[in-house]
């Protein structure tokens, strides 16, 4: 199957950009993910990486005949975020994925965020074998869906469309968590937003501790386990590394 690999995106300055974006290119050009293309989905960025790092075109341009394997799609304004369940930026290059898998002739969209990393051969295996079907992870500390892993086959590419056109404002009633019409959720990979889970904190287990600089130690903090298949909300100080085996 032809597949492509997109992240949403929005870079605020350089340092974004090498940090978290380049980062994620970086990363999965050594990953064997079947992909033909990796692509962040933008939402009017201020800032625009240098043209010899990664070809741009508009959000409406004709994408047939590209040849790149890097790329950035991007919308003129951003949308943005204004809480934390209303973010209708994200909700558009979301969205807008299904029409750049129909104009590339794809049959799978593996939507992967720029802060989440596959980590196990095995979760790799799943992702180039699935063939149908809205497949997403789980979370295994919160319970509910991970929606920053997701893979998404031709035969539900008709399932996105309709939940897209159904939401022409881009105005939800709850989080993608609760409201994509996902039709497996597998909680047989071992993941998780390790970033958010502290140790040996006391009683300065409050976020309006987090920003002390001691706080920034990874003592206080429980590390990615050594056999995650998946770690999401990946921040700078966790460091993360495929595994071909395992």
Request: aromatic fraction near 14%; include cysteine; charged fraction near 30%.
């Amino acid at each position: 199957m032809k597949s492509i690999i997109f992240c949403t995106s929005f870079i605020r300055d350089a340092d974004a950009w090498e940090s978290r974006y380049q980062r994620w290119l970086d990363y999965y050009k050594d990953v064997p993910i079947h992909a033909v293309k990796k692509i962040l989905i933008d939402d009017g960025s201020p800032f625009l990486p240098p043209r010899d790092s990664i070809n741009m075109l508009p959000h409406d341009a004709p994408l047939a005949s590209n040849e790149d394997e890097n790329l950035i799609i991007r919308f003129d304004d951003n949308l943005g975020r204004q809480d934390m369940e209303t973010y209708p930026g994200w909700w558009r290059s979301f969205l807008h994925s299904v029409e750049v898998a129909k104009a590339l002739g794809a049959d799978k969209i593996i939507h992967i965020e720029s802060d989440a990393f596959i980590l196990s051969q095995r979760l790799v295996d799943f992702i180039n074998q699935t063939e149908s079907g809205w497949h997403v992870l789980w979370a295994q500390r919160y319970k509910f869906p991970e929606t920053a892993i997701q893979i998404i086959c031709r035969d539900q590419f008709e399932h996105l469309e309709n939940f897209k056109d159904a939401h022409p404002g881009l105005v939800f009633p709850d989080i993608a968590e609760r409201l994509l019409p996902f039709s497996a959720v597998h909680q047989q990979f071992k993941g998780d937003r390790y970033s958010e889970f502290k140790k040996n904190r006391w009683i300065f287990r409050s976020r309006k501790f987090d920003r002390i600089p001691l706080f920034e130690r990874g003592f206080f903090w429980e590390p990615i386990p050594a056999d995650a298949d998946f770690v999401t909300q990946t921040i700078g100080r966790q460091r993360v590394e495929f595994r071909r085996k395992g």
